[in-house]
């Protein structure tokens, strides 16, 4: 079964920089929902979307920016790079009909901020 | 507000011997709850759920996990571990909103 899709997998940026972090969800959900997990921590939400509209907002800084898209892939735009944002950064997707409230994770992308 | 206490960060058993997990969580409204294990440097993987119905609730790889209201507890069990189980366990419940609060998760050493 298809899974959820986060690229890339591993970023190093340098402090005051840019990334851009993308997810493709499970075929026909409409919700993503974006983690942020540091080292040795618990994942923390961030931001979620549901049908292109922020549903949910969390802990996530206002440097920090998210959109979904049409095609409802999701991308986690992070600018002024600071060193405590190194951290695996989750993303998860939901809707699926009679499974609405499960949350399927990707992989994550790990960011390292040099 | 949601909010879950995993008790003990680290636990340790025999292969072969029985798991216990624990997990105690604070909703204001009915919860779901939840158990995903994260094995080293992946993702999350959902073992189990509690959303309604049936209090015990079996999941993937021969664990399951009982809900408790009165005791505001979802502890996950197995009754016999295995080596690849060895990995890190985190609770979550969500309720209220469809975001998922995590425990501070439980780091699983087996030993042979």
């Known amino acids: 079964a298809a899974g959820v899709i986060q690229s890339p997998r591993h970023l190093i940026k340098e402090k005051r920089e840019t990334a851009t972090l993308k997810c493709y969800p499970i075929?026909?959900?409409?919700?993503v929902y974006w983690y942020q997990q540091g080292p040795g921590q618990d994942p923390q939400f961030l931001i979620s979307?549901?049908?292109?509209?922020?549903?949910d907002k969390g802990s996530i800084p206002d440097r920090f920016s998210a959109q979904q898209f049409s095609d409802y892939h999701s991308e986690l735009n992070m600018s002024s790079l600071e060193l405590g944002d190194s951290a695996l950064y989750f993303c998860?997707?939901?809707?699926?009909?009679?499974?609405?409230?499960?949350?399927?994770f990707g992989p994550g992308t790990r960011l390292l901020v040099l | 507000a949601q909010s879950v206490t995993q008790l003990g960060s680290h636990v340790s058993v025999s292969e072969g011997a029985l798991v216990l997990l624990r997990c105690n969580y604070s909703?204001?409204?009915?919860?779901?709850l939840f158990w995903y294990v994260q094995y080293p440097n992946q993702g999350l993987q959902l073992l189990l759920k509690?959303?309604?119905?049936?209090?015990l609730v079996k999941g993937i790889n021969g664990f399951e996990a009982e809900f408790k209201k009165s005791e505001t507890s979802f502890h996950l069990t197995k009754p016999s571990a295995h080596m690849s189980d060895a990995a890190e366990y985190f609770c979550?419940?969500?309720?209220?909103?469809?975001?998922?609060?995590f425990g501070k998760g439980t780091k699983l050493t087996v030993n042979p």
């Open positions: 075929p026909r959900h409409d919700t």
């Open positions: 998860a997707s939901s809707g699926w009909s009679g499974n609405q409230e499960t949350q399927y």
């Open positions: 909703s204001s409204v009915p919860p779901y």
């Open positions: 509690y959303t309604t119905g049936a209090t």
């Open positions: 979550a419940v969500q309720g209220g909103s469809e975001k998922l609060v």
């Open positions: 979307f549901y049908e292109k509209m922020q549903s």
